[in-house]
């Protein structure tokens, strides 16, 4: 056999081969289109060869059997430029394979446009002359090349357009070049009896099988089935006995001379034994180099599905994706990054301590979008010859490139890119391969499942361990925080400060429930920002927050939430909160150890410090000494006393202060004092409750004294903007009020004596059991004395108007349950009706 023989003998095993391996890979269009190409080279080879060789039925037919081969070969190429390059097929998907297989039917008779070859024996050997090719043959010739042109342009197109798969595109298009150059050599004198066209073939089809392997559109699994490895095994065992077969008939003749009846028996046996030995030796190495490592690889991806399956911490499920990672393609470094809202895609775990995890993305980063749209394992050095990586600032591809890392895959769910991973190439410099890439898209599918499940499952903790209206950490996981704490830092200092907003329900009695959510976030966000990462801040209370700060002195820490009082007593002088009332917060300071030796000791002195700054007129911080403990105790029944008297004496100060300026007001408070009284006793309401009402009464219309003299004296009726001037002096009573130490307790009726049962009073139009019961009782009898009593604008009404007027107004005005018993008070004579002097009591 000549070099024309074995070179086209071995073509056709390895293209065979190739059949058969593809054929037991997962089928998609790409495979199907590649396995068309191998049949048009194996029909394109076979005939060749079984040509040369003679064989039966003729030459002639295995001329056709090659010519169809060789035309077939540019429309499978045709297809697979298409489907690698996911572009749908046009009409000339179905122009070209009647254009070709017409020519080729045309010329099957006589030849006509491409002649078979004539046989010339020259000694021993034989010769194939192609003897008439004319110029019909280039009409042959040329309708493959149109094809073939068509096939490149598609290709370059696709290059341009996707440059991810440039490197794949160029294998195609220089096997693409080398079969045309191997056709166009067979022309050449030096190439005469060479069979370089089938070599060109040959090297054609490893860079098919290349550039497919790079897109990783098979499965290594199915490559390696024990049907291909004994086919294969078998033709190897074939083709190398064919070759064995003249030096075994001359060895046998030498040994065995004239015993022809013994060589067969003797070429089957050792014919059997190759073929066993080969077909072992071809399962040894193929189970010791792709079976094994995908075996191992599938264990290793069924046991990170079992234990990623079963977690719920994000931390475990990083460092059990960075160890599958590098348990199964021995990748050197591992680099996750994961998205965290606003801040892009943050560097969450490596495989080494000492890597940067500043490192961190934007959303509109174009390696970002990049990534969106890649579904597998790529590779970095793609991703720098796009537009997209020179879109790139500089800074951010120098980031890129001082990670050092050769591959990305995106962790993707519904929600979208969640995360991106990078790699290294593998150990000892290793590559990773198709089969590698395979592995890393599995663990990224079932490491983004995990991902959302862990997110989810911290998201639920992290609600119910932090306060939905501020988003600091609520009261009960604080106390888990302060235990840790405190049990971490025995050795050393930590300081726990206390802040009670002062005032705050009034506030929300001024302003409404909204305002209030309002003013909270913010505080929350101010000490939120002025704590940082150095200290741990939750809402301890309503309007109570707490802040630990590990390893800080007494001083730092006074300097701290002195800056903290001052943000929060600033926030009202810009933005929405402008033309709302100041708030300001008093502020207790516990240290341990010095004055706590336990965690409820810190507890109750940070809460005893923001006691004494209450107690003290507010809007302070207080230090905890323990030294001044007994010494507090002691003076606290004393203080009690001193303040209840100081208060008395503070509130007929003030109403003297206001009969200085409106008589009427004085002696009105007065008279309210006693009929609201009066009506709490009837109702069997408590001494304590009963001497709010008469705090309260005295104090109601405190605020007067800010109202103008004239708008108080007018004899006629006020005008729209005097009424809302006179309106305001409830809150003007209020402001007054909240600078009176421990008086909060009489705000509510004051604040409320004006709203009415229906809703329809002011400052908060509040309505029905939302009015404080005290605020009611006030009301009433506030409306009965300015009624029953001869004013500036207006006369006395007699009393049976008054009472009629209050039946009237029951559950409009005045609450439906009062009204009765105040009348029936008054009528039994158990309420005295206070008049004016001089005015007739009928």
């Known amino acids: 056999m000549d070099s024309y023989g074995y070179i086209s003998a071995i073509a056709l095993f390895i293209y065979v081969a190739m059949m058969l391996i593809f054929l037991a890979a997962k089928r998609n269009q790409i495979v199907n289109s590649f396995l068309l190409a191998l049949l048009s080279m194996t029909c394109w080879t076979g005939g060749s060869c079984f040509m040369r060789a003679l064989l039966w039925p003729n030459y002639i037919f295995w001329y056709h059997v090659s010519l169809l081969g060789l035309l077939c070969l540019p429309y499978a190429y045709y297809l697979l430029v298409n489907a690698m390059a996911e572009k749908e097929g046009s009409i000339e998907k179905y122009i070209y394979p009647v254009m070709l297989g017409g020519l080729f039917l045309l010329n099957i008779p006589d030849g006509i446009l491409f002649h078979w070859p004539v046989i010339v024996h020259s000694g021993e050997n034989i010769r194939f002359v192609y003897d008439k090719i004319d110029w019909k043959s280039v009409i042959f010739f040329a309708a493959a090349g149109i094809v073939v042109i068509h096939t490149l342009y598609n290709l370059i197109q696709c290059r341009k357009k996707n440059r991810k798969y440039a490197r794949q595109m160029n294998i195609v298009i220089a096997g693409i070049v080398i079969v045309l150059g191997g056709n166009i050599a067979l022309m050449l004198p030096v190439f005469a009896g060479f069979p370089i066209d089938i070599l060109a073939g040959l090297i054609n089809a490893f860079f098919l099988v290349y550039a497919l392997a790079q897109r990783n559109l098979f499965e290594v699994t199915l490559l390696v089935s024990e049907t291909a490895c004994t086919?294969?095994?078998?033709?190897?065992?074939?083709?190398?006995?064919?070759?064995?077969?003249?030096?075994?008939?001359?060895?046998?003749?030498?040994?065995?001379?004239?015993?022809?009846?013994?060589?067969?028996?003797?070429?089957?046996?050792?014919?059997?034994?190759?073929?066993?030995?080969?077909?072992?030796?071809?399962?040894?190495?193929?189970?010791n180099t792709i079976v094994r490592d995908e075996a191992y690889q599938a264990e290793v991806l069924r046991e990170f599905n079992t234990s990623v399956s079963k977690s719920l911490s994000m931390k475990n499920v990083l460092q059990e994706l960075v160890e599958v990672i590098r348990k199964g393609c021995h990748i050197e470094t591992v680099y996750i990054c994961i998205a965290s809202g606003e801040q892009g895609y943050?560097?969450?775990?490596?495989?080494?301590?000492?890597?940067?995890?500043?490192?961190?993305?934007?959303?509109?980063?174009?390696?970002?979008?990049?990534?969106?749209?890649?579904?597998?394992?790529?590779?970095?050095?793609?991703?720098?010859?796009?537009?997209?990586?020179?879109?790139?600032?500089?800074?951010?591809?120098?980031?890129?490139?001082?990670?050092?890392?050769?591959?990305?895959?995106?962790?993707?769910?519904?929600?979208?890119?969640?995360?991106?991973?990078?790699?290294s190439d593998k150990e000892k410099h290793k590559k990773v391969g198709s089969q590698d890439r395979a592995f890393l898209n599995s663990v990224a599918t079932i490491s983004s499942i995990a991902i959302k499940n862990a997110s989810l499952y911290e998201k639920i903790s992290e609600e119910a361990r932090t306060d939905e209206l501020t988003g600091l950490y609520n009261?009960?996981?604080?106390?888990?925080?302060?235990?840790?704490?405190?049990?971490?830092?025995?050795?050393?200092?930590?300081?726990?400060?206390?802040?009670?907003?002062?005032?705050?329900?009034?506030?929300?009695?001024?302003?409404?429930?909204?305002?209030?959510?309002?003013?909270?976030?913010?505080?929350?966000?101010?000490?939120?920002a002025s704590a940082g990462s150095s200290g741990i801040v939750a809402r301890y209370g309503g309007k109570e927050f707490a802040v630990l700060l590990p390893k800080y002195d007494v001083y730092a820490a006074k300097l701290l939430v002195e800056s903290i009082c001052d943000q929060i007593r600033q926030m009202h002088q810009e933005g929405e909160m402008v033309h709302l009332k100041q708030l300001t917060v008093s502020a207790g300071i516990s240290v341990a150890p010095y004055a706590a030796h336990t965690e409820k000791e810190l507890l109750d002195n940070a809460d005893l410090a923001v006691y004494h700054v209450k107690h003290q007129g507010k809007n302070n911080i207080y230090i905890y000494d323990i030294a001044e403990k007994e010494l507090e105790k002691k003076n606290k029944e004393e203080s009690n006393v001193q303040k209840n008297r100081e208060y008395d004496a503070t509130i007929f100060a003030l109403t003297a202060a206001i009969d200085?300026?409106?008589?009427?007001?004085?002696?009105?408070?007065?008279?309210?004092?006693?009929?609201?009284?009066?009506?709490?006793?009837?109702?069997?309401?408590?001494?304590?409750?009963?001497e709010i009402i008469r705090q309260a009464a005295l104090m109601h219309d405190v605020g007067k004294i800010g109202i103008p003299e004239q708008i108080l004296s007018k004899p006629g009726r006020l005008t729209e903007e005097e009424y809302e001037i006179m309106k305001g002096h409830v809150e003007s009573s209020i402001e007054i009020i909240r600078h009176l130490p421990s008086l909060n307790y009489v705000i509510p009726a004051v604040i409320g004596h004006h709203e009415r049962y229906?809703?329809?009073?002011?400052?908060?139009?509040?309505?029905g059991e939302d009015i404080p019961l005290s605020a009611r009782i006030l009301g009433i009898s506030d409306a009965f004395d300015a009624m029953i009593s001869k004013r500036c604008y207006k006369q006395a009404q007699p009393l049976e108007k008054v009472l009629g007027i209050l039946k009237e107004e029951a559950g409009k005005q005045f609450d439906p349950n009062l009204v009765p018993i105040f009348i029936q008070a008054i009528e039994n004579g158990k309420i005295k009706v206070i008049y004016d002097a001089g005015q007739n009591p009928a």
């Open 660 to 690: 200085a300026k409106d008589h009427y007001t004085f002696s009105h408070s007065n008279n309210v004092m006693y009929y609201a009284t009066s009506l709490a006793s009837e109702m069997g309401l408590d001494e304590e409750f009963v």
């Open 346 to 423: 943050q560097m969450m775990y490596s495989n080494n301590p000492l890597h940067d995890r500043s490192f961190q993305m934007k959303t509109d980063n174009p390696l970002i979008g990049w990534m969106r749209q890649n579904e597998e394992c790529t590779s970095l050095d793609e991703f720098y010859h796009t537009v997209e990586f020179k879109s790139m600032w500089e800074s951010e591809k120098q980031q890129l490139k001082n990670l050092k890392a050769q591959w990305c895959i995106g962790l993707k769910n519904e929600d979208g890119l969640i995360g991106v991973v990078f790699l």
């Open 758 to 767: 229906d809703g329809k009073g002011y400052p908060r139009r509040i309505a």
């Open 475 to 528: 009261r009960k996981y604080f106390y888990e925080l302060l235990h840790e704490t405190f049990e971490e830092n025995k050795e050393g200092t930590m300081v726990l400060a206390m802040l009670n907003v002062d005032d705050f329900k009034l506030y929300n009695q001024l302003y409404g429930m909204k305002a209030g959510d309002t003013a909270l976030r913010r505080i929350a966000d101010i000490i939120r």
């Open 231 to 287: 086919v294969v095994g078998f033709l190897i065992s074939v083709l190398l006995f064919w070759f064995l077969t003249p030096y075994l008939r001359s060895g046998m003749e030498q040994v065995l001379p004239g015993r022809e009846d013994y060589y067969m028996v003797i070429y089957s046996a050792i014919f059997m034994l190759c073929v066993w030995i080969l077909m072992e030796v071809w399962k040894h190495v193929i189970s």
